[in-house]
């Protein structure tokens, strides 16, 4: 929209909401295209509005305006079928309409099995004749675009030639042709081949001479799409804005192309718009679809309701206003959002109106303004005022089962927000509804609500929400059960609570809830504490645990833990082919075999160097870090800096591989072995340095210990070997 039509499109009253279509679109990641939300549109609009729901894309769920091929192919099939009368099936208009061509269209008639009496019937025969014209029409009026990113840079080309053509067919077939349903038809096909041959003035005279006798039905609104289209060609914008919106009140399936041309530009212009209405209701719909394109859905929203009071054209305005609301406002963000919210005069003002009109203007679609008035009262910590507006919409009540569960969810939110501390009794009073919301996506347990309802954010509200309430209280245990906090298994105590509250053989209905909504089963916690004691070298208590890890101890390592390179090459090491697979248990099991050998002084050197490489390769620097990939500590983690900081540390640790590298230095016999070990030692060091060093150093590489002891044995075939692969060991 053109600048100068800012003056009566003042900017949003509360001032995070300018941004927040911008937000979403911007927002990247896999996020629902409205963003985070719980209040769903689908529980109280109609359907055809859903098009103009909050969304990051042109229009909701669709993308883009479909075809009118596709918008109007199964109602015009219809139409067709009852005119006819039964003189041919279905299935035979669908063919004739849908799979022919101008082209074609004779030869598939002939080879089609029609008997005697439906090739001489009068209705058939005029449907064949306004057919073939059709199809001839379809070469300037049908067109598919497979890319709509590439649509404003390769206009296509309109065969005005033939539109010309066509025009002079329909006018004859309209001057000799009585019967209504057919004339309709040429005179939409008459303004149509008008428009594209470029007589914008002609297919207006078409229209306006013709509407008269026109029913208000789909062909007459399709008609009057053509006609607003030829008015903004002619640039009488308010007349074509105008039209445009009789469009979208008069015809559902044609609201998003309507919306997508509706375009006033400037203050006279809408005010001609409006001249131009015949009642408020024409009014009424134009400040919807200005709402709609423009982004002012409050200001709509008041002006309809002085034209129309609790008109339901404020229905999508007013869904519109609320899932702005909840992005910009930070609800779903932050944690403590929900109490003592703090609104600019402008923000308290528009919910003001909104429970006025709840309250007073006795809106035809009662149950959304009291529940929405309701959510807003809740988002801004009015809980009284929340659980009364529910209970009114409860009462009114709706036949769509989205309408249901949004109100249970509300429900249970509000009960949950208005309290301070989890206390039994509330535990009790929330245990069903609990179980229905977390869930809710079973089909086995719950009546399914269908995918449009929007549940996830709030249920992961209320999952935050109450697990602060229990940390604040002291009940750690159902605090990490709601919602898991990596700290939490930090601490080995708390690891083995937990562990024993998972094991415990008589719990109540609610502690045997909190173990089905938690993220951990007791195996995962065994594997965890198997692979905690292993990177401490514990392995007698490793292998106990690994041993109650379930499938995690059969898991096979992807390479030979026992492999050391010059240069770490994980995926060279996973390609090799290995004599020995290990799994997670025999690995421990051999590990505690040559911590044996070693005490017992058997072979130290190797065994020490064969576990210096085992425990490098166990941290995130190594081939085997596959070990601790698990459910407690995450996966497929690229940098050390996005492992989570509590388990970093144990994860890049590099003194286990220390330890056995110098025991096995100690051991060695001759240079050779005394040379690798100073070099693997010194891959220690690198990791602990790049781990140490901070931001500001820029520095690649130093001389650590390792390479600085490593020039000792520079008669060895290993330094030669060093210096040709390693680039920071070269002078």
Known sequence: MKKRFSKILP???????????????????????????????????????????LSDQAYYKIGYDVPADDRFKDANLQEWSAWLKGAAADSVVSKLLYQTS??????????????????????FKNFISYLRKAKLSERYASYSIDNWWDYSEKKRTIDTQTASQMITAWKAALQTQKDIFLRQRIIFQLVRANYFAGNYAAALQVFEANKAQMPSDRMYFRSLAYAAGALYKQKQYAKANYYYSLVFAGSPEQRPSAHFSFHPQDEADWNSALALCKNNAEKATLWQMLGISYGDEMRSIKAINQLEAGSEKMDVLLLRWINKFEQSDDFFSDPNSYRQRAYDTAGRQQIAVIRQIADNSQPKNAPLWQMGAGYLSMLTGNYQDADHRFSKAAKIGSTNPLFTAQLRLLTLSRKLFASTTMTKALEQECLPDLQWLMNIDNPEQNEPTGADFRYSDLRGKIRQEISARYRKQGELIKAECFFHSSDYFGDSLRTDQFLQFLQKPSKTPYEHFCVSINRFSAEDLYEYKAIVSALKTNLPQAIGFM?????????????????????????????????????????????QDMQMAIAQNKDVYNNARLLGNAYYNLTHFGNARAFYESAVMGEGFSQPEYIDSVFRPMLTNMIPAIKYYQIAFGAATNNEQRAQMQYLLAKCQRNQWFMAKSENDTRDSINWDGFKNLRQYTDTKYYQEVLKECGWFRP
Do not use: M
Not at 23 to 40: H, I, M, R, V
Not at 105 to 113: E, M, N, T
């Open 102 to 123: 101008s082209k074609n269209i004779d030869s598939v008639l002939k080879a089609l099995p029609l008997n005697a009496g439906t090739r001489n019937n009068s209705r």
């Open 547 to 591: 041993e109650k890890a379930g499938k995690a101890q059969a898991f096979e390592l992807p390479g030979n833990p026992f492999n050391a390179r010059i240069n770490d090459c994980h995926d060279c090491d996973h390609a090799a082919a290995q004599k020995v697979k290990y799994s997670n248990l025999q690995l421990l099991k051999k590990l």
């Open 11 to 53: 900017l949003l009253s509360i001032s995070s909401l300018a941004a927040v279509v911008i937000g979403l679109a911007c927002a990247g990641g896999d996020w629902p295209e409205y963003g985070s939300s719980g209040f769903t549109p689908e529980a109280f609009a109609d359907s055809s509005y859903s098009p103009f729901f």
